[in-house]
Nanobody, 125 residues
């Protein structure tokens, strides 16, 4: 599976963005999909996961209520709607795919087998 994230950019605090991650491969619908982000000088952190059927979604506490993950299996794409952006949301956002089911605590990078290159989100104050 090859993944490509896009949709990042420079946004003012309080604004919104919708990130997308397009996947190639015929088994997209069988993968759990996750979003991670890595801020400058920090570790990559998991922020959301969506089950293969889209029936279950999970979020890090730091983004609950502002981020919404979704997927369109027919288009082999997942999305991350980000509202009320804050300067602390500035990071490179990565999408990932994995065979393991989502976990309530999101697990870690080891959960995923395939990664996209990331898209940069910069939030100005």
């Amino acid at each position: 599976v090859q993944l490509q994230a896009f949709g990042g950019g420079l946004v003012q605090a309080g604004g919104s963005l919708r990130l997308s991650c397009a996947a190639s491969g015929r088994t997209f619908s069988s993968y759990a999909m996750g979003w991670f982000r890595q801020a400058p000088g920090k570790e990559r952190e998991g922020i959301s996961c969506i089950s293969s059927s889209a029936g279950k979604t999970y979020y890090a506490d730091s983004v609950k209520g502002r981020f919404t993950i979704s997927r369109d299996n027919a288009k082999s794409t997942i999305f991350l709607q980000i509202n009320d952006l804050k300067p602390d949301d500035t990071a490179v956002y990565y999408c990932a795919a994995g065979d393991r089911p989502c976990r309530v605590n999101l697990g870690g990078r080891w959960m995923y087998d395939y990664w996209g290159h990331g898209t940069l989100v910069t939030v100005s104050s």
